[in-house]
């Protein structure tokens, strides 16, 4: 079993930068792969950020060049950097894992993902 926790949401004006920080334990974090998702206030969930185990990632396109996904294997932790946020990134993150036997291999569907936090609220205002 794993255990996911999300810590690091909150309110920030537009423009502002977050933080998002999971912190995995129960299993061999090395060997996971992670993912980021978010849903909004009467939407759907939808997929954020990936990394594999290997530490290759890959991001929805709105987010490209704004949002850094990273993991820290000694302190089992995985991280969302989130910088020039905007209204529209408001919404509930959770963080995802999933064992996986390709280190270099990420995962964008949530389906795809077997554990998940309990997620964190972002609210970026206008």
């Known amino acids: 079993q794993v255990q996911l926790v999300e810590s690091g949401g909150g309110l920030v004006q537009a423009g502002g930068s977050l933080r998002l920080s999971c912190a995995a334990s129960?299993?061999?974090?090395?060997?996971?792969?992670m993912g980021w998702f978010r849903q909004a206030p009467g939407k759907e969930r939808e997929f954020v950020a990936a990394?594999?185990?290997?530490?290759?990632?890959y991001y929805k396109d709105s987010v490209k060049g704004r949002f850094t996904t990273s993991r820290d294997g000694a302190k089992n932790r995985v991280y969302l950097q989130m910088n020039s946020l905007k209204p529209e990134d408001t919404a509930v993150y959770y963080c995802?894992?999933?064992?996986?036997?390709?280190?270099?291999?990420?995962?964008?569907?949530?389906?795809?993902?077997?554990?998940w936090g309990q997620g964190t609220q972002v609210t970026v205002s206008s």
């Open positions: 129960g299993r061999t974090f090395s060997s996971f792969a």
């Open positions: 995802a894992a999933r064992a996986t036997s390709y280190s270099g291999r990420y995962y964008t569907q949530d389906y795809e993902y077997t554990y």
């Open positions: 990394i594999s185990a290997a530490g290759g990632t």
